[in-house]
């Protein structure tokens, strides 16, 4: 599709990907930028790991609250998802299989990025959703699980990290995010932090490092 996000920059960092055992899509948040979650990816950066990060247009992916009706925000919403596929495709076609890529965003990000997997499934490194779920004014369990149309997220481990009174996301929207998942087939682990707001925890770099590490440990 021609949309918003199709001229913008992809920021890679960490391994030439031409060389790189596997890959991780880093989806920045509203108001952020590529360079931005680049940088924060220097919390779990593995030798052999590539970073390959999206840049919205204007720095937003979409206009709206990601609890609007989905019409509310296109096109940005349908131009991201294919921002993030594109990504993935780029480090296909280097040569890393979809299993050895991760797909990981914060707040806006994260959010673009549950979708993402959850409309694509298929058998990735990883999801790290921090600090957002899926996106639409409902979730409709059986649209997502019919549009699969068999296709399973194969054990795909997938890790939703969020605060129990984060201002943008509602815990409850963070849980059925993790059913849809799980209905999908991934291996998920969800943390709900008392009391953190809106942002990310030594808890969950701990977590994102170690899944970014079995990317390359499981090739060694």
Do not use: K
Not at 8 to 30: F, I, M, S, W
Not at 125 to 134: N, Q, R
Not at 179 to 185: R, Y
């Amino acid at each position: 599709m021609d949309g918003p996000h199709q001229d913008q920059q992809l920021v890679t960092a960490g391994a030439p990907l031409e060389v790189a055992e596997a890959a991780v899509v880093l989806v920045h948040g509203r108001g952020a930028t590529a360079r931005s979650i680049v940088g924060m990816a220097d919390e779990f950066h593995h030798h052999g790991v590539a970073f390959l990060a999206p840049q919205a247009a204007r720095n937003t992916w979409y206009p709206n609250s990601f609890l609007a009706p989905v019409e509310s925000n296109e096109p940005g919403r349908t131009s991201g998802l294919q921002a993030v596929g594109d990504a993935v495709e780029t480090a296909n076609e280097a040569g890393i299989p979809t299993e050895r890529v991760a797909v990981l965003g914060f707040s806006q990000g994260a959010c673009l990025a549950s979708e993402f997997v959850a409309r694509n499934p298929t058998r990735y490194g990883g999801l790290i959703a921090l600090s957002g779920g899926l996106i639409g004014e409902i979730v409709d369990l059986e649209e997502y699980v019919d549009d699969a149309d068999g296709d399973t997220l194969a054990d795909t481990p997938a890790f939703l990290g969020c605060s129990d009174v984060d201002p943008h996301i509602p815990e409850e929207r963070v849980h059925e995010t993790a059913t849809v998942l799980e209905e999908l087939g991934a291996d998920v682990t969800t943390r709900i932090y008392e009391g953190m707001g809106h942002g990310i925890n030594e808890d969950e770099m701990e977590f994102v490092s170690e899944l970014v590490a079995g990317l390359v440990d499981e090739e060694s």
